[in-house]
């Protein structure tokens, strides 16, 4: 059941046999997907996608940072935390974890600079005080 507290989103999870590669652990790419998608239930959970539908602009990422600590198996439930780390006028750096439930191990953390865009053109826009108003910032 995903939770928010104090700015940071927290969703657990089973690793399914889709997500397991040749080495028998969750192949590397899958991360980035997993970061995506517990990146959405946050802003979906703090109204901040909805408020990004009702502008004129879109989140973009600029790039993804992935460090792997610890092999993640098939069955591992993980818990993801997700948080917003900083804000600027068009830019937003996330961070995440990646725990696995059974013994706290931390197996991956990450982070991925989103920058808002304008639908239209594709630029760089300022980001809407309606859709910044939507996250706190968790300086971790």
């Not at 997907?33 to 703090?46: G, P, R």
């Not at 602009?57 to 997700?82: F, M, N, Q």
Request: hydrophobic share 40%; with cysteine.
């Amino acid at each position: 059941m995903p939770t928010s507290q104090a700015g940071v989103f927290t969703h657990n999870f089973s690793v399914t046999t889709e997500a397991i590669d040749g080495n028998n652990h969750v192949n590397n790419v899958v991360y980035v997907q997993w970061m995506q998608d517990v990146a959405i239930a946050h802003s979906t959970a703090s109204g901040g996608f909805a408020a990004v539908e009702a502008s004129s602009g879109t989140w973009v990422a600029r790039s993804h940072h992935i460090e792997y600590l610890k092999p993640a198996l098939l069955r591992d439930v993980l818990l993801a935390r997700t948080w917003v780390a900083d804000v600027s006028k068009v830019r937003s750096r996330r961070r995440y974890q990646f725990h696995r439930e059974s013994d706290g191990a931390l197996i991956a953390q990450g982070e991925t600079d989103w920058v808002f865009v304008d639908t239209e053109t594709g630029r760089p826009m300022a980001i809407p005080e309606s859709v910044r108003a939507c996250y706190r910032v968790v300086e971790k």
